[in-house]
C-alpha cells in the first residue's frame, strides 16, 4: 500500500514539475500583425465575408440569426438585407451585394415598392458584374412591382443595348420618355436613344465586315484549293477534298511566324526550307514564287527524298523553277513546308551524301534513275 501511495505521488510531483516549468518557459514575442488577423477572423469583429461559395462558420451563422431574427416582421426583415446589400454594394463587393438582396427577395414581403427596390438594386450589381442577362430579368420584375421605377428601366434600356436588342431597348425607352417630366430626364433619353442608334449603327457595319471577310475567306480557300489540285501538289497526311478545306490548315508550325503558302496575283507564294546537309544548318525563305528559279550557283546541287522510294533521292537540275520540283510525282510536303537539301559538290561530302542511294532527276519532260556509287568512301 505505502509502495503504491509513493509511486502516485511521485507521479504527481513529476506532472506538477512539468506544468510548472512550463509556465517559466519565456513566451514567444509579440506579433502584432498576427493578433490583428486573429481578431479580424473572429465572426464577431469581421469586416467582410467570404465571397466564395463556402458555408459559413456556425459562430458566423450564430451572429447572422442574432443580426436577422426569424421573429421579426418580414418587411423589417427585408429592409435590412436591402440597407446590407447597399453597404456591400457602395464597397464594389457585387457578389456579396446580389447575396444581401436575393435573401431580401426570398422574403416575399408584403411591400411591393420595397421588393421593386431589391430587383432593382441586384440587377445593379449584376450589370456592372456585366451579367446582362440576369441584369435584364431583375428590371424587368422590379418594373412589373412598380411601373414608375424609373432606375429600373433606364438600367434595362442600358442592358438591352449591352445584348443588341435595340428594338426591345427603344420600347423600354418609350416607357422611360412617358414618365421623364424636367429637363435633365429627358436630355437622359435623348442621350440613350442616341446610343441605340450609334450601337445599331457600329453592329450593322461590324456584321457587315464580318461578311465580307467570310466572303473573302470563301473566295481564298476556292481559289487555293484549285490552285493546289491543277498543279498536283501533294500533302503528307493530308488528302485535299473542297468540303473539309481550310486555309487556316496550310500553317507552318515548325515556324514562329504565322506563314503559310498563299496566291498573290495569280501566282503560289511558298516557305520554302533550304538544308545544308554538310554543316546541318537551315535557310527559310517566307515567300517564294512558284516559277522562281532555285539556284545559280554552278558548284551547288539540289535534291529532295522520293516519297515513293526509300533510299532515293531526286536531283533538281539548275534553273528548274519551285512549281516543277513541288509538281514531281515523288515529292511530298511535310508539315506545310516544302524543304530541299543544299550540296555543294566541290566538297567530300558531297559524295558520302550521296553513296548508296538511288537517284531520280527531277524534270518537266523526263525522268533519269540510276544508283551513286563513290570509290572515294
Given at each position: 500500500?505505502?509502495?503504491?501511495?509513493?509511486?502516485?505521488?511521485?507521479?504527481?510531483?513529476?506532472?506538477?514539475?512539468?506544468k510548472?516549468?512550463?509556465?517559466r518557459?519565456?513566451?514567444?514575442?509579440?506579433?502584432?500583425?498576427?493578433?490583428?488577423?486573429?481578431?479580424?477572423?473572429?465572426?464577431?469583429?469581421?469586416?467582410?465575408l467570404?465571397?466564395?461559395?463556402?458555408p459559413?462558420?456556425?459562430?458566423?451563422?450564430?451572429?447572422?440569426?442574432?443580426?436577422?431574427?426569424?421573429?421579426?416582421?418580414p418587411?423589417e426583415?427585408?429592409?435590412?438585407?436591402?440597407?446590407?446589400?447597399?453597404?456591400?454594394?457602395?464597397?464594389?463587393n457585387?457578389?456579396?451585394?446580389?447575396?444581401s438582396?436575393?435573401?431580401?427577395?426570398?422574403l416575399?414581403?408584403?411591400?411591393?415598392?420595397?421588393?421593386?427596390?431589391?430587383y432593382?438594386?441586384?440587377?445593379?450589381?449584376?450589370?456592372l458584374?456585366?451579367?446582362?442577362r440576369?441584369?435584364?430579368?431583375?428590371?424587368?420584375?422590379?418594373?412589373?412591382?412598380?411601373?414608375?421605377?424609373?432606375?429600373?428601366?433606364?438600367?434595362g434600356v442600358?442592358?438591352?443595348?449591352?445584348?443588341g436588342?435595340?428594338?426591345?431597348a427603344?420600347?423600354?425607352?418609350r416607357?422611360?420618355?412617358?414618365?421623364s417630366?424636367?429637363d435633365?430626364?429627358l436630355?437622359?433619353?435623348?442621350?440613350?436613344?442616341?446610343?441605340i442608334?450609334?450601337q445599331?449603327n457600329?453592329?450593322?457595319e461590324?456584321?457587315?465586315?464580318?461578311?465580307h471577310?467570310?466572303?473573302?475567306?470563301a473566295?481564298?480557300?476556292?481559289s487555293?484549293?484549285?490552285?493546289?489540285?491543277q498543279?498536283?501538289?501533294?500533302?503528307?497526311?493530308m488528302?485535299?477534298?473542297l468540303?473539309?478545306?481550310k486555309?487556316?490548315?496550310?500553317?507552318v508550325?515548325?515556324?514562329?511566324?504565322?506563314?503559310r503558302?498563299?496566291?498573290?496575283?495569280?501566282?503560289l507564294l511558298w516557305?520554302?526550307?533550304?538544308?545544308?546537309?554538310?554543316?546541318?544548318?537551315?535557310?527559310?525563305?517566307?515567300?517564294?514564287?512558284?516559277?522562281?528559279?532555285?539556284?545559280?550557283?554552278?558548284?551547288?546541287?539540289?535534291?529532295f527524298?522520293?516519297?515513293?522510294?526509300?533510299?532515293?533521292?531526286?536531283?533538281v537540275?539548275l534553273?528548274?523553277?519551285?512549281?516543277?520540283?513541288?509538281?514531281?510525282?515523288?515529292?511530298?510536303?511535310?508539315?506545310?513546308?516544302?524543304?530541299?537539301?543544299?550540296?555543294?559538290?566541290?566538297t567530300?561530302?558531297?559524295?558520302?551524301?550521296?553513296?548508296?542511294?538511288k537517284?531520280?532527276?527531277?524534270s518537266?519532260d523526263?525522268?533519269?534513275s540510276?544508283?551513286?556509287v563513290?570509290?572515294?568512301?
Amino acid at each position: 500500500l505505502f509502495t503504491m501511495i509513493d509511486d502516485n505521488n511521485s507521479s504527481d510531483d513529476e506532472e506538477f514539475k512539468r506544468k510548472w516549468n512550463s509556465f517559466r518557459e519565456p513566451s514567444e514575442p509579440f506579433n502584432f500583425e498576427q493578433c490583428v488577423e486573429e481578431i479580424e477572423s473572429h465572426p464577431a469583429f469581421i469586416k467582410q465575408l467570404s465571397e466564395d461559395d463556402k458555408p459559413m462558420s456556425e459562430a458566423m451563422q450564430a451572429l447572422q440569426a442574432l443580426k436577422y431574427d426569424s421573429d421579426q416582421p418580414p418587411e423589417e426583415l427585408a429592409m435590412e438585407y436591402k440597407v446590407d446589400g447597399n453597404k456591400w454594394f457602395l464597397k464594389g463587393n457585387y457578389d456579396i451585394a446580389i447575396k444581401s438582396y436575393t435573401e431580401g427577395i426570398k422574403l416575399h414581403c408584403s411591400d411591393k415598392n420595397l421588393n421593386s427596390i431589391l430587383y432593382a438594386n441586384r440587377g445593379a450589381a449584376h450589370f456592372l458584374l456585366k451579367n446582362f442577362r440576369s441584369c435584364l430579368k431583375d428590371c424587368s420584375r422590379a418594373k412589373m412591382l412598380n411601373p414608375a421605377h424609373k432606375k429600373a428601366i433606364k438600367r434595362g434600356v442600358q442592358c438591352l443595348i449591352s445584348l443588341g436588342e435595340f428594338d426591345a431597348a427603344l420600347d423600354w425607352l418609350r416607357e422611360l420618355k412617358a414618365q421623364s417630366s424636367s429637363d435633365s430626364e429627358l436630355d437622359e433619353v435623348k442621350s440613350l436613344k442616341m446610343a441605340i442608334a450609334e450601337q445599331r449603327n457600329a453592329r450593322f457595319e461590324l456584321e457587315k465586315l464580318r461578311e465580307h471577310e467570310a466572303e473573302k475567306e470563301a473566295t481564298e480557300t476556292t481559289s487555293l484549293f484549285v490552285a493546289l489540285t491543277q498543279r498536283r501538289v501533294k500533302f503528307r497526311g493530308m488528302k485535299l477534298q473542297l468540303g473539309n478545306f481550310k486555309v487556316a490548315d496550310f500553317e507552318v508550325p515548325l515556324l514562329a511566324e504565322s506563314c503559310r503558302v498563299h496566291l498573290k496575283d495569280g501566282f503560289l507564294l511558298w516557305p520554302v526550307l533550304f538544308r545544308n546537309a554538310e554543316h546541318e544548318s537551315l535557310e527559310q525563305l517566307q515567300e517564294m514564287a512558284k516559277e522562281e528559279p532555285f539556284y545559280s550557283p554552278l558548284d551547288v546541287e539540289l535534291y529532295f527524298y522520293s516519297c515513293l522510294e526509300p533510299d532515293t533521292l531526286v536531283f533538281v537540275p539548275l534553273g528548274q523553277n519551285l512549281g516543277a520540283a513541288l509538281s514531281h510525282e515523288h515529292y511530298e510536303i511535310s508539315d506545310n513546308l516544302p524543304d530541299f537539301y543544299c550540296i555543294n559538290k566541290t566538297t567530300p561530302y558531297h559524295a558520302q551524301f550521296l553513296t548508296g542511294m538511288k537517284m531520280q532527276v527531277s524534270s518537266e519532260d523526263c525522268s533519269q534513275s540510276f544508283t551513286f556509287v563513290s570509290d572515294d568512301i
